[in-house]
């Protein structure tokens, strides 16, 4: 053989693909089914060990505690997406909720009416946050804080500080003579029958029709790619001729429309503006679309990912709930589970594109 043909030959095996290692394989097995698993696990452990967790009145449960924490986690994705992200929602669909059972009760307006009250404030709420950070440059977590703060007084200074129930004594001393529509409390309160009788909750449809938009619009569209080329690098996305400021505040406008239909929704199922109810919205939202990340190995924000780490959520909650577990210890089970997660994804996600 000639020293040409040695060449040839050697420089052919170069670019020839070499084999993937056995333990790269099953790193990449484990990054994208490694959080489905733990679900299905999550499942099968409360079922054994938690009585009724598997019976339909705990997936009622289930499903309502996901419909409305995912709605919220959705609007947190798209921020992210942007490389952003939005502490404010869980105050904008508490003040949502507030502010539906305001126009009802108190103004006595309609549903129509007071649902668009809601929406109007969900977004311009949004568009505040989003000029605040693209505008004045205050960071987005500052920004967001500071809104929820804010939301967080404002709230409470129409009813000094009460929640809001039919036939209340308003601050005046008069009564408040207005009702909840009951076509506005459907919303939160109708089951659909799926497989057995009553079963799934209406938030629960709007959640899914939501997180199909949201995965379209993400995916699918030019808009959500930019986005997500944002995010990704804002500076070449600017090159590249995106506006990139109006962008990100479309992503703060649709954080905030989605929280308040979220704190609608939450309204419609207590059948009153509780001032206390989104308490915990904040975090369950927060760690949704974190989990997400994990999902499918996708290592960034997306709306398959945040429905799934919503379902994970409620069910963990639910579980722990089912088995007697104190409500103090809830939470950092939850910060636990999330740390976990975001630490197996990105630490094995590393490995594998190390090599290594």
């Not at 339909?56 to 419909?67: G, L, T």
């Not at 693209?134 to 804080?145: F, G, S």
């Not at 200074?157 to 809001?164: A, F, L, N, Q, V």
């Not at 090159?239 to 979220?262: F, W």
């Amino acid at each position: 053989m000639s020293m040409n043909q040695t060449e040839t030959s050697n420089s052919a095996e170069s670019r020839a693909p070499k084999p993937q290692p056995h333990s790269n394989r099953v790193i990449d097995i484990a990054i994208r089914y490694g959080f489905l698993a733990l679900l299905v696990g999550l499942v099968i452990f409360f079922s054994v060990f938690a009585n009724g967790f598997a019976g339909p009145r705990s997936a009622v449960f289930i499903f309502q505690s996901v419909a409305i924490t995912g709605i919220l986690a959705l609007g947190v994705t798209c921020t992210l997406v942007v490389g952003g992200f939005d502490l404010s929602i869980g105050s904008v669909a508490t003040s949502s909720m507030m502010l539906a059972a305001y126009m009802m009760v108190v103004l006595e307006q309609p549903a129509f009416v007071a649902i668009v009250a809601c929406l109007a404030m969900g977004a311009l709420i949004g568009l505040i946050n989003g000029l605040l950070i693209v505008k004045t440059k205050v960071p987005d977590l500052l920004a967001t804080l500071g809104m929820m703060f804010l939301l967080v007084g404002l709230q409470r200074i129409p009813t000094e500080g009460r929640s809001i129930a039919m036939g209340m004594t308003l601050p005046d001393g008069s009564t408040a003579q207005g009702t909840f529509s009951p076509l506005f409390l459907e919303l939160g309160r109708h089951r659909f029958d799926f497989i057995l009788e009553n079963l799934l909750p209406a938030p629960v449809v709007f959640l899914v029709i939501i997180g199909i938009l949201v995965w379209v619009f993400l995916e699918l569209t030019r808009h959500g790619r930019l986005m997500y080329a944002i995010g990704s690098n804002e500076r070449a996305a600017s090159l590249a001729g995106t506006n990139v400021n109006r962008y990100k505040i479309l992503a703060y406008m649709i954080s905030g429309v989605l929280a308040s239909i979220g704190g609608m929704l939450l309204a419609a199922r207590l059948g009153r503006g509780d001032i206390a109810s989104g308490t915990n919205l904040l975090l369950d939202a927060v760690a949704a679309a974190l989990i997400g990340y994990a999902v499918l190995g996708a290592a960034k924000p997306n709306a398959f990912g945040t429905s799934m780490g919503a379902l994970f959520v409620g069910i963990l909650l639910q579980g722990l709930t089912m088995m007697n577990a104190p409500y103090y210890t809830q939470d950092f089970i939850k910060g636990l589970v999330l740390v976990i997660a975001l630490v197996f994804t990105f630490s094995l996600s590393a490995r594998k594109a190390g090599g290594h």
